[in-house]
């Protein structure tokens, strides 16, 4: 019983990491088919080929820092952008 509860833990993580590095890779093709559309060099600035491109974008997705106005309430601030993804994934 243990067992395949973990199993199938660590199965969910593999799919989801899978998915994940599908959709970061996905989206460097296309920028790259962007930039060449547009006769520019595009992402390979990082690694050979631009293919760190993606990690780079992650990291300094992880590593950016937040930002709250002064005069706001800090929970609704917080929580309106949660609410409206809701409703956008419940319709």
């Keep these: 019983m243990l067992n395949t509860l973990i199993l ?6 593999l799919i989801i990491i899978g998915l994940l590095l599908s959709v970061a890779f996905l989206t460097l093709i296309e920028r790259k088919i962007i930039a060449s559309t547009q006769n520019r060099r595009g992402p390979n600035v990082v690694g050979f080929s631009g293919l760190l ?4 974008d992650a990291l300094k997705l ?9 005069n706001s309430n800090l929970i609704i ?14 319709a």
């Design 62 to 70: 992880i590593i950016k820092e937040s930002i709250f106005p002064r």
């Design 77 to 90: 601030f917080i929580i309106s952008p949660l609410i409206s993804l809701f409703f956008a994934i419940s």
């Design 8 to 13: 199938s833990i660590l199965l969910s993580l």
């Design 53 to 56: 491109q993606p990690f780079a």
